[in-house]
């Protein structure tokens, strides 16, 4: 053989390749090549040969074997082998096999004999890579400049994934900075696109240049490697969709690592609307929800949020979004979509824990808005589909709280019971104890109580213990066992810091100790809790009670201060409701204490002139009671000391003894002064007033407390500097107390009246102003003062002013003919203050309009309703009884109309009004039941009946029978 | 003998002249567009150059500049050929290379170089309009302030601009004077630096200083000074109706946040928004923009929110996005979140290790960066 010959003919099989594309040729060529290396070890074309066999090997894509070849040829160079395309294609191998760290020695050699800039670049790119790789990086500013050049090696997914992967390790050893600036770098999907495509352009043109170019074939084949490279490097890069979106997720989890969620959740809201349609969109979507959602976006996380419900498809996070969306309805008051998100989410998930947290959401949002009718329709209706669904729970709990909220005990007891025997224990404690309330509204006491009892013993630590307890301090206070009942009070304190709960069992307590006559006690107690909690709202009622232990006790000016002390503390605090109440009873009290004042310096003044009535004062007991009746604003220590102080009077009676000893001498030594004497009679005898004036500084000194500046100073000044400072919800506090304690209460003058057209400043009043202002308004406007009241109502919601507003609300409803809302507004005013005396006059006028809208079996049984309140027996009593007869007269039952007619004639002598109109109205009656006889009975009745004659009934019966 | 040929007009003047109304409405826009006054030759001395003609060399001649051109005085004294430097064509001007001048060119130190060439080229810029085809004057210039520009000596880069009219002289001379106006900036000649802008704007025709100015504009921004930046890019700005004027427009209006002109901010992001077409830049540009106005205004969680939006649109190398993590520092300091604001920082080290917003934030002492919501 001729080794020439040989060797061109395995090149042959090369070259066979390139033109035919004919793969099999390349393996005859690679064992020719073997064998020629083989056969001649020492010829000149050997090096050429082992060459072209790495480059055999390097197109099959075996490049360890083309390695094992070209790593020598490169290491000790031959002169028939260019060293350059050696280490060229050593760079190539090394960097499609991701050899990085191998690779580096020979990407710096390339870097340094480059040619090209492209080439350079291409060599810098893979040795950065395989030193970041091992933890070196380099100075970033030349890195920054350096990324930034448009060489194609930047726009080959390998780089890229070994930059990517460089970033990973950075992020895993934490060095999130670094990690950051590496994933910044790394291009995304659609610039490498772009500049693949490009290149591969640019290559094509090239290869078409030299493809039949036999002189220059060396160009050919290395454009056409290089195009080959680069679609392929496209092709893969096609099939990575997710490329793009994984390098975002990469670097928004930097950010999130870092803390800086804003630009974590910019990453993502941009890829929602860039790759809706990608593999991992739900991610994505939720991703970007999630962020905005931590952020605190409303907003952004409502939108997003519900995008993400919106879709169908969508259901990894379902639970997670409808619930924290629900959360955003909840605190931007968007309700209406709180609900429908609710019946939503029921539809597709009754069963998750998220179908529970909405319901809860929900229900707590009727709640909170006093909506407990609209609240039990939802959830019966809820009942009815998810009876069995593991939300069942929920709706069975709610229904029970809004059912024993509307005082309807039996199904509230119904729906706890059930609650409490559901597998799910998690609202099982609650129920026990609400139901426990439910039985002790259907006045079952001791069931209550015992129920109660085992709520405490079953869940010791739960956190309505502290309501437990107080409720069953109550429920055993009612069973008369009032030691007991100490005991349930006293144990609020110890499990809960509620200072509302604690103010309440305080009150209980001292309301206990005052009925035992353990004064002393009490006012420590009470002081105690002020002295601790004084600077805190919930204090006010102790205070307020405090005050009435000591005016009981006799200790106005003690009172005194303790009022004034709650007052300076929250006097400017006018969103304090609890204040406008204490306000009054401060300036009344204070009033009280000067009139008392003045009319008891009067009293010591006429005493000491005045002997006859001082004796009578001290020795005639009718004239000291009808005396001090009368004077009732003499100091009770002056009045006690005439009537019960025993020394006190005996050392008057002396003094008065002896005035009258001396008296009785003056006038006998006058007496016996002959008329022609020229001596002067003696002048009358002078009281010893030693006890008076001893008695009026000990009320002097008790006066002193009193302080300096009276009630009506200390508001005028305060009224003035409200003025200046333009603070008009203390201007109309101020007003509404000096209106309400005076009889009849005054009317808010003309530019009070118009701030109820100042929306911003109305909306800063108090709810006592706002109430007397649209008291006055509801005399010529009760449209527009309902549309207020109507528009404010959860304002008014547990204040002192919440009975105010229902009662407005329902007289203007009344006065507009609107009968229905306003029997709604006046049995909402009972169902809240079901122990007011309002609430009776509610029922009354509940009733009258029954009646005269001719509901005469719904009046009656309101005004039945009355009848069963032994506290309001008497004239109210007596009205009912007077409405329900004349229900009856509508119904044309006269009968029955005369029967209660009759109880008021035998029962009720003392209330002429009503006894005097049963007299008019029966004799009416029975004058339809033609029943003449008794209507001269009655009438006769009624005139033996003393008292009546200036009664209205009278008038009429006059009119009838005269 | 005299070639009278010189009474032909400059065409940019006459461009000028043929679009005055739009050139009007354009200097209502930019308030400081003026027209350019080149410096008055006529006391400048003659220097001495060689002379080829067509027909052959000349020998070395006197030759004073003139604003239309040159005066080549004749030998024998019997006058002066006026040409104009549009046609310079038929001649061909040189400084003689003495053995002085090479010795000078070859100086390695460019502070003596300067030195050195200073006599000799010096009394040449003012013909730095004849035509680089017909000169080795040119080449001298250009090599003359490419010196003062590697000595650093702004200075006397800056006298060199003022001796040679900048309206006539070659553009490769003249894109030199906005490296020197940026460095003017940076070394506190701060009047100086503006005049040369001003006379660099009003000299060159826009169309071609606008690449320049463009670059200058944003080098000065990456440097914070405001207000020569902000110079540039309203001029640049001015007739912005694409893309790449919107992205002049919200530069403008950020630069105006800057400068705490508010009104006019705000008409530069209404401008921008009447711009219909986008792309990240400019999106991630009004966001950067409401957040540096949301910072101003102490709403810095806003403002982190239009910056982080900024932030996911710019480009990891647009200056914007030194600015946004600029702002996004302060605004987490502000909010006394020092963890994140040091994470930014860091992220500002490794982008813009030499930037100047970095180097405020590094230098500055953290009381004062906690404590205002001044951009520093």
């Excluded at chain 1, 439910?438 to 010791?460: C, H, K, M, N, T």
Aim: net charge negative; with cysteine; glycine share 4%.
């Amino acid at each position: 053989m001729v080794p020439n010959l040989d060797f061109y003919l395995a090149l042959s099989y090369v070259f066979e390749y390139y033109e035919k594309h004919n793969t099999a040729a390349l393996a005859t060529a690679a064992a020719q090549f073997e064998a020629f290396i083989s056969t001649y070890p020492k010829h000149d074309l050997v090096a050429l040969a082992r060459y072209n066999l790495a480059d055999v090997h390097a197109i099959k894509q075996d490049f360890a074997q083309a390695l094992q070849l070209y790593v020598p040829l490169y290491r000790r160079p031959v002169a028939s082998v260019d060293r350059k395309e050696v280490l060229k294609k050593l760079v190539l191998i090394y960097a499609a096999e991701q050899e990085w760290a191998a690779g580096t020695p020979y990407f710096k050699d390339s870097m340094r004999i480059a040619e090209t800039g492209e080439e350079r670049t291409t060599s810098a790119a893979y040795l950065l890579i395989a030193q970041a790789k091992s933890g070196e990086v380099v100075d970033s500013s030349q890195l920054l400049e350096f990324f930034k050049s448009p060489a194609p090696v930047f726009f080959t997914p390998r780089f890229n994934a070994a930059l990517m992967e460089v970033g990973d390790n950075l992020k895993s050893e934490g060095d999130l900075a670094t990690a950051s600036l590496f994933y910044q770098f790394v291009r995304d999907y659609e610039t490498l696109e772009i500049g693949l495509s490009a290149y591969i352009r640019k290559l094509e043109r090239r290869v078409a240049k030299f493809a039949d170019n036999v002189v220059l074939r060396n160009f050919y084949v290395e454009a056409k490697a290089k195009l080959e490279n680069a679609q392929a490097d496209l092709a893969a890069l096609k099939k990575s969709t997710n490329y793009t979106p994984l390098l975002h997720w990469r670097i928004a989890s930097i950010y999130m690592e870092m803390g800086r969620n804003w630009e974590a959740f910019w990453r993502f809201r941009l890829m929602v609307d860039a790759y809706p349609d990608h593999q991992y969109a739900e991610e994505i979507l939720f991703s970007a929800y999630s962020l905005g959602h931590q952020l605190g976006e409303n907003a952004i996380a409502e939108e997003l949020g519900k995008r993400y419900l919106d879709n169908g498809s969508y259901t990894s996070y379902r639970d997670t979004v409808a619930d924290q969306v629900s959360g955003i309805y909840l605190e931007e008051e968007k309700y209406d979509e709180l609900y429908q998100l609710t019946a939503w989410y029921l539809e597709r998930s009754a069963d998750d824990t998220a179908a529970q947290l909405l319901l809860f959401k929900h229900a707590v949002a009727r709640l909170t808005r006093m909506e407990n009718q609209e609240l039990i329709d939802d959830f019966q209706t809820y009942r009815e589909s998810y009876e069995t669904a593991k939300c069942a729970v929920v709706i069975h709990y709610f229904l029970g709280l809004a059912y024993l909220i509307e005082q309807e005990n039996e199904p509230a007891v119904e729906f706890f019971d059930k609650v409490i025997v559901d597998s799910n224990p998690k609202f099982r404690a609650d129920a026990s104890f609400r139901k426990a309330q439910a039985v002790l509204g259907l006045d079952r006491i001791e069931e209550s109580r015992d129920l109660i009892q085992q709520f405490i013993a079953e869940y010791p630590y739960h956190q309505l213990r502290a309501e437990a307890e107080l409720t069953l301090g109550n429920v055993v206070d009612m069973l008369g066992d009032t030691d007991d009942a100490l005991v349930h009070y006293h144990l609020v304190e110890p499990h809960t810091e509620d200072r509302h709960l604690l103010a309440r069992a305080e009150l209980k307590i001292s309301r206990i100790l005052v009925d035992r006559r353990q004064i002393d006690e009490a006012i420590t107690r009470l002081k105690a809790f002020i002295e601790e909690h004084g600077n805190y709202p919930e204090s006010i009622p102790v205070s307020a009670a405090l005050a009435t232990i000591y005016t009981n006790a006799d200790q106005p000016r003690v009172a005194l201060g303790v009022l004034k002390q709650s007052l300076d503390q929250f006097f400017e605090q006018t969103e304090i409701h609890q204040l406008d109440t204490l306000l009054i009873d401060y300036l009344k009290l204070d009033r009280s204490l000067r009139a008392m004042q003045l009319g008891t310096d009067d009293f010591f003044n006429l005493v000491k002139t005045d002997p006859i009535l001082l004796d009578e004062l001290i020795n005639d007991r009718a004239k000291q009671y009808r005396y001090f009746k009368k004077h009732d604003s003499i100091d009770v220590l002056v009045q006690d000391s005439f009537v019960r102080d025993n020394d006190f009077r005996k050392a008057v009676q002396e003094a008065i003894s002896i005035l009258e000893d001396q008296q009785a001498r003056i006038d006998t030594l006058n007496k016996n002064i002959p008329p022609e004497s020229a001596d002067e009679p003696l002048e009358d005898a002078v009281l010893d007033l030693t006890e008076l004036d001893a008695l009026q500084d000990k009320v002097n000194a008790l006066n002193a407390r009193i302080p300096a500046e009276t009630a009506d100073a200390f508001l005028e000044n305060a009224l003035t500097d409200a003025y200046a400072q333009t603070n008009m919800p203390l201007v109309v506090r101020i007003k509404t107390a000096l209106a309400k304690v005076e009889d009849p209460q005054l009317s808010p003058n003309v530019e009070l009246l118009q701030l109820w057209d100042a929306a911003e400043q109305w909306a800063q009043l108090g709810t006592a102003g706002q109430l007397w202002i649209l008291g006055e308004h509801a005399k010529t406007n009760p449209s527009r003062v309902a549309d207020v009241l109507e528009a404010s109502y959860l304002d008014f919601v547990n204040t002192a002013n919440e009975l105010g507003l229902h009662l407005l609300q329902a007289q203007c409803y009344q006065d507009l003919d609107r009968i229905d809302e306003s029997i709604e507004a006046y049995q909402m005013l009972i169902k809240r203050f079901a122990q007011a005396k309002e609430s009776g006059e509610a029922s009354m006028q509940i009733g009258q309009m029954e009646v005269g809208r001719g509901n005469a079996a719904a009046a009656r049984l309101e005004l039945e309703s009355i009848l069963h309140r032994n506290e309001w027996r008497g004239a109210m009593h007596a009205q009912a009884l007077l409405w329900i007869g004349r229900a009856y007269v509508t119904e044309e039952k006269y009968a029955e109309a005369h029967g209660f007619y009759e109880r008021i004639i035998l029962g009720y002598p003392g209330f002429s009004e009503e006894l005097a109109m049963a007299f008019y109205e029966d004799i009416q009656v029975l004058k339809l039941m033609d029943e003449s006889a008794s209507v001269q009975m009655t009438y006769e009745a009624f005139q033996l009946t003393p008292g009546l004659e200036d009664t209205e009934g009278a008038l009429l019966i006059g009119k009838e029978f005269e | 003998m005299s070639l009278h040929r010189s009474l032909f007009r400059p065409i940019s003047q006459l461009v000028g002249f043929c679009f005055l109304p739009l050139v009007l409405a354009l200097q209502l826009q930019a308030k400081e567009a003026s027209s350019y006054e080149g410096p008055d030759f006529s006391k400048v001395a003659p220097v001495r150059l060689e002379i080829i003609q067509q027909s052959g060399p000349m020998g070395a001649r006197f030759v004073r500049p003139t604003s239309e051109g040159v005066e080549i005085e004749m030998l024998e004294g019997e006058g002066v050929i006026i040409v104009n430097w549009e046609h310079m064509d038929q001649f061909e001007i040189n400084l003689a290379m003495t053995d002085s001048l090479n010795r000078a060119l070859s100086h390695t130190d460019p502070v003596k170089r300067l030195e050195l060439l200073r006599p000799e080229i010096e009394p040449l810029l003012a013909m730095a309009s004849i035509k680089p085809g017909s000169t080795n004057i040119h080449v001298l210039i250009n090599k003359y302030i490419k010196t003062a520009i590697q000595a650093e000596d702004w200075l006397s880069a800056y006298e060199m601009s003022q001796k040679m009219s900048l309206d006539s002289s070659h553009a490769e001379i003249v894109k030199h004077y906005y490296t020197v106006a940026v460095n003017l900036f940076i070394t506190g000649e701060r009047e100086k630096a503006l005049k040369l802008l001003d006379q660099l704007i009003a000299a060159r025709p826009i169309e071609e200083s606008r690449e320049q100015t463009i670059q200058v504009a944003e080098r000065l921004l990456e440097e914070r000074l405001f207000e020569p930046s902000y110079r540039l890019y309203s001029h640049a700005a001015l007739d912005a109706a694409d893309l790449e004027g919107k992205h002049l427009v919200l530069r403008c209006a950020y630069l105006c946040l800057e400068l705490n002109d508010l009104p006019d901010s705000a008409r530069y992001l209404a401008q921008a928004k009447a711009i219909e077409a986008d792309d990240a830049e400019s999106r991630g540009a009004a966001q950067l923009v409401l957040g540096v106005q949301a910072f101003q205004g102490g709403e810095l969680n806003v403002a982190l929110k239009h910056l982080g939006h900024a932030l996911a649109e710019v480009a990891p190398d647009s200056s914007l996005k030194q600015v946004g993590l600029y702002f996004n520092f302060l605004s987490y300091t502000n909010l006394e979140n020092t963890e994140i604001a040091q994470n930014i920082l860091d992220e500002m080290s490794l982008l813009f290790p030499h930037g100047a917003y970095t180097t405020v934030l590094a230098g500055e002492p953290e009381a004062e960066s906690t404590t205002s919501n001044e951009s520093l």
